[in-house]
């Protein structure tokens, strides 16, 4: 018998580690649970449209990508959903990064990664914006932006699986930027970052975080209250294992990113509506 290619080896060994991630618990887990909860005060809108069984959660994302992380700990904590966040491939090329969130339920979000949950039935976590979203400049806030990215409408639809869309309106305003990501490519610091080892010279620019200024222009997040929406979920069952044409791809995603779109302009609203509950000392704190 022919021996597997390396890729394909270590591919399928990361794959046979992942499944038996189990969900996260213990003294630690609890403990940032409730860090985050009384940080951003989390308010789950839509929770009564969840799916029973497995789905493939889908949003919008946020500067530097910490809705990512208070949304997934808090859906397992709470919620008892473990979702499984898919990273860029790129970041599990480092081994401390893989070290570190594989126990968290995070995964390299190539397709056969992405079959092998599926057909696990696997809760999984998306954000198809990716980095592109992660490092958008202020002026971008709460815009979806997936530019040609179909695979994850391809891969559910042939899976037959469900399609969550939800929305986030917080974490867009954690940080404002001292150097938005093209300022910071473009400054000295970033040449002198280079020089002293700090950023990798080969490193991609879409990888390139802005330079954030939180708290009082610290490095910690504003404490913005912070609102997750579901949307009415889309079930794909009907296209499984047919296949499904670039037009079919365009109105599923279409739909799928309108959702989340109108998701977003109502959580704003309702976080204005409620703004009132928030105390004089957050809202200072938030400025």
């Given amino acids: 018998m022919a021996t597997p290619p390396p890729e394909r080896s270590k591919l399928q060994d990361h794959i046979d580690a992942v499944l038996k991630v189990p969900m996260p618990t213990g003294p630690g887990i609890t403990l940032l649970a409730a860090t985050l909860r009384k940080w951003f005060k989390p308010r789950f809108v839509g929770l009564e449209k969840l799916p029973s069984g497995p789905a493939l959660f889908v949003a919008n994302h946020s500067l530097l990508a910490l809705d990512a992380f208070t949304f997934h700990l808090l859906m397992h904590y709470d919620y008892r959903r473990f979702l499984r966040p898919l990273a860029d491939r790129t970041l599990f090329s480092n081994p401390h990064y893989a070290q570190a969130v594989i126990p968290l339920g995070a995964v390299d979000g190539q397709p056969e990664v992405v079959k092998a949950l599926m057909d696990a039935g696997k809760d999984i976590l998306l954000y198809p914006g990716g980095t592109r979203e992660a490092i958008k400049p202020p002026e971008q806030r709460y815009q979806v932006d997936w530019g040609q990215r179909y695979g994850f409408i391809r891969l559910a639809a042939e899976k037959g699986y469900t399609i969550v869309p939800f929305a986030s309106v917080g974490p867009d305003e954690y940080y404002d930027q001292y150097l938005t990501s093209s300022e910071l490519q473009a400054s000295q610091l970033f040449y002198l ?63 799928v990113e309108e959702a989340i779109d109108i998701e977003i302009k109502e959580l704003l609203l309702l976080r204005e509506r409620n703004r009132h509950n928030d105390g004089l000392l957050r809202r200072l704190l938030s400025v």
């Avoid at 010279?201 to 009082?216: C, E, F, V």
Wanted: proline content about 14%; glycine content about 8%.
């Fill in 193 to 255: 970052l280079e020089q002293f080892g700090l950023m990798p010279s080969d490193m991609r620019d879409d990888l390139i975080p802005p330079l954030p200024a939180g708290m009082l222009g610290s490095v910690l997040p504003k404490p913005k209250t912070t609102y997750f929406g579901f949307c009415p979920p889309v079930d794909l069952r009907q296209y499984q294992d047919k296949p499904i044409t670039l037009r079919q791809q365009q109105r599923i995603r279409q739909g």
